[in-house]
């Protein structure tokens, strides 16, 4: 069973940063892909950065040049710095994680608050 655990989430300031870190834990064979999500009240769960394997990334065009994932794979841990926070960056950030074995299941995490405000 696959154990996702968040931390770094808190209160910011605009123009701000925070990191984001989350560790797999379990019985994990092979990591596809480890990402991040987020969720904002009244609003569908999107996808904010994502690291493949292989070391390729992809991020929401809102988050480009501000955002940065990063993984260490020893640790099986995926990490997204966040700079130049805005308001509208407050949410619910989510771990993400895709197994090779059935890279069409989600793995998620509990979920951790950030908050951008003055």
């Known amino acids: 069973q696959l154990q996702l655990l968040e931390s770094g989430g808190g209160l910011v300031q605009p123009g701000g940063s925070l990191k984001l870190s989350c560790a797999a834990s379990?019985?994990?064979?092979?990591?596809?892909?480890m990402g991040w999500y987020r969720q904002a009240p009244g609003k569908q769960r999107d996808l904010v950065a994502r690291i493949y394997s292989r070391g390729s990334t992809n991020y929401a065009e809102s988050v480009k040049g501000r955002f940065t994932v990063s993984r260490d794979n020893a640790k099986k841990t995926v990490y997204l710095q966040m700079n130049s926070l805005k308001p509208e960056d407050t949410a619910v950030y989510y771990c993400?994680?895709?197994?090779?074995?059935?890279?069409?299941?989600?793995?998620w995490g509990q979920g951790t608050q950030v908050t951008v405000s003055s």
């Open positions: 993400n994680v895709l197994l090779e074995v059935d890279i069409t299941r989600d793995y």
């Open positions: 379990g019985n994990i064979f092979s990591i596809y892909a």
